[in-house]
């Protein structure tokens, strides 16, 4: 019997980013990204991702077509369903509270709370222990708030690949 368990992956925006833009720090997570199925993200991760490709694109950090096949790539990957887009629904009244209230106790933006919210109680969020959702994310803060949640993270740019992973 296999010690694998299928488990989804949630990328935040910064896993995201480092997916598409060559970054001194992207590899690790490019690599297991392409080896590795079962990807998610929340739909305002994508957008905010597409927002930091946008800002190198402005400030002169990476060129327009570094910026088209960047973007293009990210958005082929969530259409293609390589990265399906799962979130809990940010835009109903119970949803913004529950996101919001998570965002004051860690003081994350609603981006990185809407994140930790869907893995909590998203799509896959009753799958478990083993094939419960990771986190991915190069966002030290973020990582912390998860796992004093519980949820299994991997801080893609200071930490080896867990095992769990």
Sequence with gaps: MSDQWAKTR???ASA?????????????VRSFFHS????????????EALGVIKGKWNY???NEEQYYSSTRELIIWAWGKKIEIDDIGLFSPEGLQAVEDLARKYKLDLSDAL???TIMRGTYSHLGPNSA???ITADAKLAKAAETEGIRSWNCIVSELPEWA
């Design 133 to 135: 959702s990771v986190l």
């Design 10 to 12: 949630y990328l935040d």
């Design 60 to 62: 002169g950090r990476i």
């Design 36 to 47: 590795n199925i079962n990807f998610c993200a929340t739909s305002l991760c994508l957008a």
């Design 16 to 28: 995201l980013v480092k997916l598409v833009i060559d970054e001194g720090d992207h590899q690790a």
């Design 115 to 117: 994140q930790l919210q």
